[in-house]
């Protein structure tokens, strides 16, 4: 019985995700069918919008009206308006705001509005009276998604540096817009991937500002700023990818293998980090914010045309927070600085330069609370728990210059080359724990670290003409190195009897002296350097079969300066195919393959470097697309085989020769990842967006050394089942100032992989958020996270750390003010 029930519960599984998926497009119908008769009811309402930029005044108006306007900014770029006072439908009021504007608004079938040119004098100046024109509503197809009110976009590059609908890419794709980023009042990396589908963020196995980012059963190694790949910053111990959102747009994420963008990586996921721009009208936006912990945050962001032709335009972000968190012992500091200018070199060649600079003056770390010694958690210990000291610290400075330049030919191809240099420094004094006889004993170290990154990349692409039908064409070279300066130490009585003996009960973070530290026990010291070449091409085979196929070129070299162990690896090809056939005007199917390649520095116990990582990936799901693209969903279903994945050595020695800590490493054989990711995001009517993802993930020993490893999971600290769900809504009528909303994650229980006796029940984590607009610049937000203050670990480690408490019940008011 247990084996035919075991066969029927993965069939079962497909059917109701197939039937949510048909749910999902039948409300999506019926919602569309619905929305013309509810326009045609239209009530009026009054409007009190100041004169401004055409493009401001549209988005207030649009907002006021609770009504989805699409359109492309340059429609309106240069155009003011004198506002909107009195009481109007909503056709009207647009009439009276585009008279003499060139522009008219039309009703799209799926009940938002779009913006088209008309000739000049064609529309009336009686708002009342609408000339009779015949207009084919046309979605935007821009992707950016500030002040579009919208939890999904329009075009994505991430997955082939083609810009794509979401529909039209062949891999599983999320995107986290503007608009969930403030809904939610995310603040940090680590808030944007715990509220990504297929993204798993956990805190304290790696001491730190950030946590460690993972999907589908792997770390993720590439992180991409603008679409220029750099490496994440776990390094042994330490990680410091804990950027800032107030600088970003977006952050979109291609799930699995993405070689053909990254070059060598993991087969998890790339997550791309696009920046804000320059705005064609000037805005300046001023957000304060305080929350529990005393938590207090203000962020200016202005910008807009420098000169009276608009051909140089500028926009700057400025951060500043000072905060306590739920933890005893640590208090955190955080600056930012952002600028950037564009400048129009040319009717068509547009040039790019910027830097972000940003501060993190940290006293203390997360605490990672260590476990008795059968495994079990300490009863009775506080959420604030932190076994540390006062003189514990995180210092990190990251300054990041960038820089573009693209030009567009009137074939309607265009060259784009672009370049990132990032310098990140960090400096750390934190303190451990070790067990002698059952008595916990206090280890405390330093580290220094002096990185470099630089990324530069040339493309060009472009549409091309074969056998009657038009196709594109993507090729380029891209350059990175990756300079890794470590160094540091530890105190004399680290992981030893004499180190100060810990109680949990009652632990005193002043009662340690700060310990003499010697810098020269530790020292890290490489040069990674990878160069590709690639091309990709869409083939439009028929008009519903569309064709990607692509190929990537690489060459990765390795040297360390330290032990002269250097490796590399020449001309790897990493390919990519992908086909996306359209089975209606909504709904394509797809199915997407590539390799994977990924050298490795690890050692083994007699001291030998590991082969490079290899396997394959394969993908294969159906995605919807509604209301003209303002609402996406996505069922994929992937198989991942890894091959060589080093593991820690358990039964080598520990430290492993030739190192500092830690065991040797082995190869792990084969791992086998098998799962499905099911993501509805966007708009279900014009004043009510969601965005929810379900993830089922099995990444399992297929082949190992140790027969006892066949069958198990590989990594048991990441949650197989998850649930993410974000949603809010404009209510109607004389309430439609206010926006109420929601969100809920939701995972299994999982076990730590360095001690399969610490586990995690399965637990469920309810938010609510509301915001109120005073006026057209005013608005206010109240978010409330962890309503229930469920008591949880949000990160498993081992008996003496990386235990780490989820954030219990928090506030935060947020006050936004646009000029």
Known sequence: MQHVNSRKKPLATAMRLALAFSSISLLAYAASSQAEPAMQAESVKSYDIAAGSLTGVLNSYAQAAGVVLSFDPALTSGKTSTGLKGSYTVKQGFDVLLRDSGLQVTPAADGGYTLKKVPLGSISSNPD???????????????????????????????????????????????????????????????????????????????????????????????????LPTSTGANGTF??????????????????????????????????LVRKRPTAETRVNVTLSAGSWDNYRAVLDAGGPLNAAGTLRGRTVITAQDTDYFYDAAHGRNHQFYGILEADLGPVTTATLGIHYRRVDNDGLIPGIPTNTDGSFISGLKRSTNLSNDFDYWKQTDVTVFADLTHKFDNDWQVKAAAVWKRPEQDMLFSGLSRNSGVLYQNSQRYRLDNKQDSYDVSLNGPFSLLGRSHELMFGASYRQYDNRNWGGWAAYSWSTAGPVVNPYNWDSSSVTEPAIDMSRWNIDTTTSQKGVYAATRLNITDTLKIILGARSNWFENENHLTRRDYKVTREITPYAGAIYDLDDSHSVYASWTEIFEPQGNIDRNGNLLEPITGTNYEAGIKGEYFGGRLHASLATFIVRQQNRAVNDLSGPNPCPGSTGGYCQRASGEIESKGVELEVGGGLTPNWQVMTGYTYVAAKYT????????????????????????????????????????????????????????????????????????????????????????????????DTGGNVFGTPRSVLLTARYRF
Not at 220 to 226: A, G, R
Not at 737 to 762: F, H, P, T
Not at 764 to 786: H, M, P, Q, S
């Open 239 to 272: 990680n410091a990818d804990n950027d800032s959102l107030d600088i970003y747009d977006r952050v979109e994420v291609v799930r699995g293998a993405t070689g053909l963008t990254t070059g060598a990586g993991t087969p998890s996921a790339a997550i791309n």
């Open 129 to 227: 009276v609408l000339p009779e024109i015949s207009v084919k509503a046309v979605a935007e197809t821009t992707a950016v998604t500030e002040g579009t009110g919208s939890y999904t976009t329009s075009s994505m590059s991430t997955a082939t540096r083609m810009a794509l609908s979401p529909r039209e890419t062949p891999q599983s794709v999320s995107v986290l817009t503007r608009q969930q980023i403030e809904d939610q009042g995310l603040v940090t990396l680590d808030d944007a991937v715990q509220n990504i589908t297929g993204l798993t963020m956990q805190k304290g196995y790696y001491t730190g500002d950030s946590g460690s980012f993972s999907s589908r059963g792997f770390q993720i190694s590439n992180i991409l700023l603008d679409g």
């Open 703 to 798: 082949k190992d050394d140790d027969p006892a490893n066949i069958g198990r999971l590989y990594n048991s600290n990441l949650p197989r089942h998850q649930f993410k769900l974000t949603t809010n809504y404009r209510l109607p009528g004389e309430f439609s100032r206010w926006r109420i909303g929601g969100s809920l994650y939701a995972q299994n229980s999982v076990k730590a992989n360095d001690d399969s006796r610490i586990e995690q029940s399965a637990y469920a984590i309810l938010g609510l958020n509301a915001g109120y607009n005073l006026n057209d610049r005013t608005e206010f937000r109240l978010n409330v996270n962890n309503l229930f203050d469920k008591r949880y670990y949000q990160t498993l480690g081992w």
